[in-house]
Nanobody
Framework: VQLQASGGGLVQAGGSLRLSCAASTPTSSTETRGWFRQAPGKEREFVAAIRKRGSATSYADSVKGRFTISRDAAKNTVLLQMDTLKPEDTATYYC????????????????????WGQGTQVTVSS
């Protein structure tokens, strides 16, 4: 599975961005798609995830109420709508997909994901 993340950019605090993660190959074997981010000097952290069956979602506490993850099944794409952005949201955002065996309680773990996109930079100015 090949993933391509896009949609990053520079935005002022309080603004919005929408990230897109397109799969260029079939993802019938995957169940969960997620977004992670990594700021300079920090470890990669979970942002949000969504399951194919039932569309269950999971969010990091730091983004709840501001970010929304969704799926466009027809385009094999996962979207991350980011509103009310803060300077602390500045990071490189990576999309990921599992191999179909992730349980709901493990959606936030980076080790649950096997496929990763190349990352897209999000910079929020104060």
């Amino acid at each position: 599975v090949q993933l391509q993340a896009s949609g990053g950019g520079l935005v002022q605090a309080g603004g919005s961005l929408r990230l897109s993660c397109a799969a260029s190959t079939p993802t019938s074997s995957t169940e969960t798609r997620g977004w992670f981010r990594q700021a300079p000097g920090k470890e990669r952290e979970f942002v949000a995830a969504i399951r194919k069956r039932g569309s269950a979602t999971s969010y990091a506490d730091s983004v709840k109420g501001r970010f929304t993850i969704s799926r466009d099944a027809a385009k094999n794409t996962v979207l991350l709508q980011m509103d009310t952005l803060k300077p602390e949201d500045t990071a490189t955002y990576y999309c990921a997909a599992d191999q179909g065996r992730t349980i709901i309680s493990a959606m936030s773990l980076a080790t649950s994901y096997h496929y990763w996109g190349q990352g897209t930079q999000v910079t929020v100015s104060s």
